[in-house]
């Protein structure tokens, strides 16, 4: 099989990686997570190369990585949005925010949208309980998340990107 | 330990110790004001590093110059942002609600002027004239402080604060006594696990000591999996050495040489903080090799958990640990004997050993002379939900569910009625008015059909749909059930169907019994603890709120007015104002328009019932209204 450009690109992004971790099994979600980390998704070529390294069936790599909910099997988009779906933010409302969300996105949890600019997950409890309904965007959580907050943080995505069009202009 | 060791071991403290002294009463009797800026994960999310940017910008443009430390969680967290200000001649003084306008006005007119702005004062930290104290507020009398006593007080990113607050001493002493001596003290003191199923944690200690098989191993379960709880988060962003000087302390008790601090990647600052906090440790001696010159060597690591539930339980903890996917393994053996890499494990909770410095220090009699016959100590929540102050919160054992709801917790948000309160979990369960007399303690709430969990709590009100909430949790537990066993896969997946379609208006009567029969089949039938209690959410609600699983089945109606297959929002023509217009403009998918006579009707066929419509109709108004069955909405004309 030939190797794209993009598939030779991981491996090596890949290597570089593995170089830094010894070869036992323990490091196996060590790894994957600092190559999520880096790559933004754990794509076929790198689970490959890991298996490689670890010296271990390549179904196992994939095993462990569909186990776990923090690993994803595809591009993450532009920004990350998670809604708590954890106790206190679900019995406040947090299903109504995930469904502004994927309203307003067009997209379901665990997908990104077409344009890569967003992708949408739940995650369960961030710890920040007392401001439930969170939404955290990347990285920051930000609390009583209405759907009227929704299209707020939307709003402001597209005035950033709008003044970030301009500056480039 | 041979008594060369010994020697060295305190001398090579002192110089630490008194270096770490003189760094904090530089900071605290320097002569200039301190500003204290709580900045854990529920700070920050409540706009904390805005404040703080605020209050260095300000002091900045006013030429001042006094230290600003950013702290942890002092258990506030329905008043964040929060900023403490210790200026000479005043009390410490703490403000609650803060933005970045009110923490310029701080700088301002506190700090350049001596107006101490007590139209924001939350309460001082100390008792005085002038403002009044948290010791005053009524809450003080049920709380008790001992593993949340630094959480807000001291910069969890500098080492120093915490060993000037007495940090690593309890560690010099352990060094100091034989293992067995310091086995002894847990034991006696009482101390049970704080993860959830309370096994005394000096027992445990032991069977570790005794097992054969090295190296042996300790972890801190970190994993705080239930959805709805933050106390180990608090903790460890708080004042992560306080686990650390546990976990070194268990490692010379048992005769470990590895430890691993798993901590779940959802809790980034924790990640952070504890990481940081170990190589400071390790930079003093407080870890690695030969410890302060002892003959003990122990090393920590970090290992980020991935986002799965049933990896709090220890040996699924475990199998994550090894690289394999998180699947709990059956005990016997447990983990103290046959462990990581089949070595020797000992598993304690985050909250378990931060509890350990303050039993060798202060001793086990001191320790035990809380809490109640069978459950020693203070008890840690993290309080959610509908209720007032909502936080972090630390009262002894013992006390009345009531005492933390309405004394610590002042209560229901807006007025509303208390319907039950959340413990445990998803392994826990719903308890009624009728139950909030209960002391808190290990027995009584497994009694009573809930758990002690690990120490969420959410409060609930009549909004709160009981049925909602069980179906709430069986869908957490059977998404998180590893598959292993067949009752727990399918068990719950039946279980969460029932649900589904009694939360639709779908359920039959006969449906409620067999909700029962599947519980107990589910519970006989899985291994771990997540099968065994998945079934406690359902089993509770089902045996203190069935009147509202009955009104879903024979009435389609949702008495809470939550579930939104059986409700609907309807706007009361005589009601709505003619000139408003605010429903129409907020509503999401614009359902809402106004009739000839500029009265506003909802589009039953669009609304999605969000909700926006409710809140956005002004209060003077209040024309908009839940309606349960949906059939209560009139017929249009
Ligand atoms: C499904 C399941 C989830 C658990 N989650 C946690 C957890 O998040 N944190 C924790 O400390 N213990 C958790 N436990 C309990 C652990 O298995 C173990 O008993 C505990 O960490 C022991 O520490 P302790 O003796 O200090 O309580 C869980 C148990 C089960 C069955
Ligand atoms: S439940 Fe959402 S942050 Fe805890």
């Known amino acids: ?169 | 330990m041979k008594i060369t060791d010994l020697q060295s071991v305190l001398p090579a403290f002192q110089g630490i110790k008194s270096r770490a002294e003189s760094q904090w009463r530089e900071l605290r009797d320097g002569g200039k004001p301190v500003i204290m800026v709580g900045a854990a994960t529920c700070g920050r999310a409540a706009g904390a590093l805005e404040v703080l940017r605020a209050i260095k910008d300000e002091l900045k443009k006013q030429r001042l110059d006094c230290p600003v430390v950013e702290v942890g969680c002092m258990g506030h967290c329905y008043a964040e942002p929060i900023v403490t200000i210790s200026k000479p001649g005043y009390p410490p003084i703490c403000y609650g609600y803060v933005n970045p306008v009110i923490a310029e006005r701080l700088i301002s007119e506190f700090i350049l002027g001596d107006d101490p702005c007590l139209e924001f004062v939350l309460g001082a930290l100390e008792e005085n004239d002038l403002v009044p104290s948290f010791s005053d507020f009524p809450r003080a009398k049920f709380e008790k402080k001992v593993i949340l006593k630094n959480c807000g007080h001291i910069d969890p990113e500098q080492v120093e604060h915490y060993i000037a607050n007495g940090g690593y001493a309890a560690l010099v002493k352990a060094l100091q006594m034989q293992p067995e001596e310091i086995i002894d003290e847990v034991k006696s003191s009482g101390l049970r696990g704080r993860g959830g199923a309370g096994f005394p944690t000096g027992q445990k200690w032991e069977i570790c000591r005794n097992a054969g098989g090295r190296p042996k191993y300790i972890i801190c379960n970190g994993d705080e999996g239930d959805p709805g709880a933050f106390m180990d988060r608090a903790i460890l962003e708080s004042d992560p050495h306080s686990v650390l000087e546990g976990m070194i302390i268990a490692g010379y008790a048992i005769g470990a040489r590895y430890g691993y601090i798993y901590v779940r990647a959802e809790y980034p600052l924790a990640v952070h903080r504890a990481r940081l906090a170990l190589r400071q440790a390790k930079k003093l001696n407080l870890l690695g090799k030969n410890i302060l010159g002892s003959d003990f060597s122990f090393d920590i690591k970090l290992f980020q958990g991935s986002g799965a539930f049933v990896c709090g339980e220890e040996t699924a903890l475990i199998a994550s640990l090894e690289g394999e996917p998180g699947i709990p393994h059956y005990r016997p053996p447990y983990p103290a004997t046959n462990g990581l890499y089949g070595k020797p494990t000992l598993i304690n909770n985050v909250k378990t050993l931060s509890s350990i410095r303050y039993i060798i220090q202060k001793g086990a009699e001191w320790f035990a002379s809380v809490g109640t016959e069978r459950s020693k100590g203070t008890a840690v929540f993290a309080l959610a939900g509908k209720v007032v102050n909502t936080g972090l919160v630390e009262v002894p054992m013992g006390t009345t569910l009531r005492q933390v709801i309405f004394d610590v917790g002042s209560g229901i948000q807006g007025g509303k009625r208390f319907k039950a309160v959340q413990i445990g979990g998803p392994s826990g369960g719903c308890l009624p008015e009728s139950a909030l007399d209960l002391p808190i303690d290990f027995d009584s709430l497994t009694d009573a059909g809930a758990m002690m969990g690990s120490g969420g709590m959410i409060v609930l009100d009549e909004d709160d749909c009981m049925v909602e909430i069980a179906r709430y949790f069986l869908e957490f537990t059977q998404r998180e059930s590893c598959g292993k066993c067949t009752f727990c896969r399918l068990g719950t997946k039946q279980m969460l169907e029932v649900l589904d379609e009694i939360t639709k208006g779908k359920g039959k009567i006969e449906d409620l019994d067999m909700l029962s029969w599947l519980a107990e089949d589910i519970k006989a039938g899985s291994f771990c603890g997540l099968g065994k209690t998945a079934p406690n959410p359902v089993l509770s609600t089902m045996s203190y709120f069935r009147d509202e699983y009955e009104a879903h089945i024979k009435e389609g109606r949702c008495p809470a007015l939550m579930c939104r297959e059986l409700i609907a929002y309807y706007i009361i023509p005589e009601k709505c104002e003619r000139s408003c217009d605010a429903c129409v403009g907020t509503c999401t998918v614009e359902a809402i328009s106004a009739n000839k006579k500029r009265i506003k009707v909802i589009d039953q066929e669009k609304c999605v019932k969000c909700g926006t419509c409710l809140d956005a109709c002004p209060p003077q108004y209040n024309a908009v209204v839940k309606l349960s069955p949906p059939s209560q909405v009139p017929a249009s004309k």
């Open chain 1, 1 to 169: 099989m030939v190797m794209t450009e993009e598939q030779a690109r991981v491996r090596q992004q890949t290597k570089r990686i593995l170089n830094r971790f010894g070869r036992r099994r323990g490091n196996l979600v060590p790894i994957l997570q600092k190559v999520q980390g880096e790559i933004g998704y754990l794509p076929r070529e790198a689970m490959l190369e890991i298996a490689e390294f670890l010296d271990m069936p390549e179904i196992d790599v994939y095993g462990v990585v569909t186990f776990y909910n923090q690993f994803r099997l595809n591009p993450p988009g532009k920004h990350s949005v998670r809604v708590c779906l954890g106790t206190a933010c679900h019995m406040k409302g947090g299903y109504i925010t995930l469904d502004a969300w994927k309203r307003r996105l067009g997209i379901d949890r665990g997908q990104t949208s077409p344009d890569r600019e967003f992708d949408l997950d739940t995650v369960a409890c961030v710890g920040c309980c007392v401001m439930a309904p969170v939404t955290v965007v990347d990285d920051k959580p930000q609390g009583k998340v209405a759907p009227t907050k929704v299209d707020g943080i939307l709003l402001s995505f597209k005035l950033e990107k709008e003044r970030q069009g301009e500056e480039s202009r």
